[in-house]
């Protein structure tokens, strides 16, 4: 789950870690008021979920509450990559001396969050990294032992940093470690964190995200401290019809798990396949060998026949879709003759005839002679586990090729 | 011989009076396996198919009269940083943790006091191990007659992040005569308890195991970590790896998930072509198909 800029400021700041003394608004008059309350020079930030703010004219300066206003208008109306801000961010403009970065992210390989300091603050780490490597600390944290400031410590004096700053960097980082520990995260950043003119450190952007297998346990932070609805999840990805019509079909029976998705795929032989890995291999397999998949979908579990069925329907249902391949890896637990009860029913129920439609099917699995004879009764070519995934994959692609021919 | 299991080990099941649970209980009974005890708490006193229900780890240890070597673990995702801790803190030194969704921060915790106890976990979001014609720990396979058309005891280790893969890739081996040493469904969530690398050394040991099959896919630093582990550490056993998923490099795929939570891919190095090509930089041959992989195991051990 990803945070807008101004949430993400507040979870900095929950944690201890100094923040400007900054407003989140809706209108150009909540934005006025908050640069009276300021009474300086503003910095205006549409607050979206994407990257490449500055360079869109979403970030603009202004001297006076009045040009405060008028820049939250504009930007308040103003889309980044087709999505509209929630509002904006007003914003000291700081006098700043240096600045650093500061973030602990997942080293999936050493299993421990790894804190990461740079007093190359302001531009991408990963950059710096490549450029000057010399210029970045890092060091990892226990999951168990509590975070020493020492730890935080010698990560930034890696980078060469001493004296005050050093002091006054050690606690943010610190702090930064505990609450990518303590709130789920899987990526928190301050960037810049800036040493002002007067010596002070304050976090000038975050940047956080939270694991969404954690956001059932965050809800102090996620309801109360932040006021984010449950049914906010902030997932920008719009799922396509088909891919709502199978989450229906599996959301209203709790028999076996189906799945489907069709973004980026656009072809004519539609996949009923299953499960996780073996959905992955196939896919690949009819690519590889010149087919072009309508969809991705993973079928098991022992799924009821209205399910396979279900899946089987909103397959051929899709644009362009000629043909249906049914195959899977050796599942033992799901019922051959059930998958075939419902991938037949799908047919016939849409006035297609099961042998002209399904291309294949592999099912090595559960009660396979039961299956057979229902296949056979209607004709459709089957095979078992002595045929590969590639090969039936193959075989589907060939007909489906001499079919369009 | 075998990695990690074989006919004497000792186990039990967390969560045994859930239906996943029941299931797989049967199944590793009828195959062969010593299960000595169950724990779902407030059920003491019941039985599963005959192995008798504790409330804790301890009382199960207590009931068998000494130290008990695995459990797996099938409780719910909130729950299972629980039940692993209490299952190490009894002296338990394998754990195969079957439960999908559970947060990664809790993962890093289990593994790391795994780590302090000279525990291994297995998982989580897997199937579990199996060692053909002896005993299995988890899912694997299926029931016991399903598992002995997939498995025969032979020559191959098998690590699979894919539960499903790993049944599908020994049985061609078995079907093509070289069998398999041991089979690890090792998981598919982006941090799991024992990686390729980490288990290599148990195969390398193993005088069974003559040559290594993996099952791989986008998402992670899994396989870069093995390709650095073959080169450092001179391994005796070739290796033949699959990708799958090779279609998630596509442009219009970029940022989505497919199969398991540990695909999705957070870096350019985590890409499937970025990654067989790792691979093989450090000698291991990555297959095209699914089916080469006999001749080209059968190749490799001759070779």
Known sequence: ?405 | MSILLDKDTTFIVQGITGREAINLTRECLDYGSRIVGGVTPGRKGREVHGVPVFDTVAQAVENHGGPIDGSVVTVPPGFTKDAVIEAIANGIKLLVIVTERIPRGDVAEMVEFADMHGARIIGPNCLGLIVPGVCKMGGIGGPAKDAAKSYEPGVVGVMSRSGGMTTEISSSLTAAGLGVSTAVSIGGDAIIGSTYAELMPYFEADEQTKAIVIYTEPGGRMEAQLAEWKTENNSRLPIVAFMAGKFMDDEEMQGMSFGHAGTIVEGKEDSANEKIKRLEEAGIRVVERIDEIPDVVKERIEG
């Open chain 1, 1 to 405: 789950m990803r945070f807008y800029e101004y949430e993400a400021r507040k979870i900095v700041e929950l944690a201890g870690i100094p923040v400007t003394k900054y407003g989140f608004c809706q209108t150009a008059d909540e934005a006025r008021r908050v640069a009276e309350d300021i009474g300086g020079p503003t910095v205006i930030k549409s607050q979206v979920l994407t990257g490449g703010r500055m360079k869109a004219g979403g970030v603009q300066f202004a001297d006076t509450p009045e040009e405060a206003a008028e820049h939250a208008a504009n930007i308040l109306e103003l889309e980044i990559n087709g999505l509209r801000p929630v509002g904006v961010l007003v914003d000291p403009k700081a006098e700043i001396k240096q600045e650093y970065y500061a973030g602990v992210v997942w080293d999936g390989t050493a299993k421990k969050p790894l804190m990461l300091f740079s007093d190359m603050g302001g531009i991408d780490i990963e950059q710096v990294a490549e450029d000057h490597p010399d210029h970045v600390g890092r060091g990892h944290i226990s999951n168990l032992l509590p975070v020493g400031d020492f730890e935080a410590k010698q990560v930034i004096a890696a980078t060469g940093v001493t004296g005050s700053q050093l002091n006054r960097a050690t606690p943010i980082l610190a702090k930064l470690a505990r609450l990518f520990r303590d709130n789920d995260m899987l990526l928190a950043e301050i960037n810049p964190l800036a040493e002002l003119t007067d010596g002070t450190f304050v976090a000038l952007d975050a940047h956080m995200e939270m694991e969404d297998e954690a956001v059932g346990r965050q809800k102090k932070l996620l309801r109360k401290e932040l006021g984010i609805a449950e049914e906010d999840t902030r997932d920008n990805y719009v799922p396509s019809e088909f891919e709502k019509n199978v989450k229906a079909i599996d959301a209203a029976d709790h028999r076996g798990v189906i799945q489907g998705k069709d973004h980026g795929f656009k072809g004519n032989l539609g996949l009923v396949i299953g499960a996780g890995g073996g959905s992955l291999t196939l896919t690949d397999a009819v690519r590889s060998q010149g087919g072009k998949p309508a969809n991705y979908s993973e079928i098991g579990g022992n799924p009821s026949v209205a399910k396979a069925c279900g899946l089987a329907k909103e397959v051929l249902q899709k644009d362009g879709v000629e043909k249906i391949a049914v195959m899977m890896s050796i599942v033992s637990n799901t019922r051959v003759d059930i998958v075939a009860r419902g991938v037949i029913k799908a047919c016939l129920e849409l006035g297609k005839d099961p042998a002209e439609t399904i291309a294949i099917f592999r099912i090595p699995g559960a009660w396979e002679d039961e299956g057979s004879k229902i296949l056979d009764h209607y004709g459709v070519e089957y095979c078992d586990r002595t045929v590969s995934l590639w090969d039936a994959a193959g075989r589907a692609v060939a007909k489906i090729q001499g079919a369009s021919a």
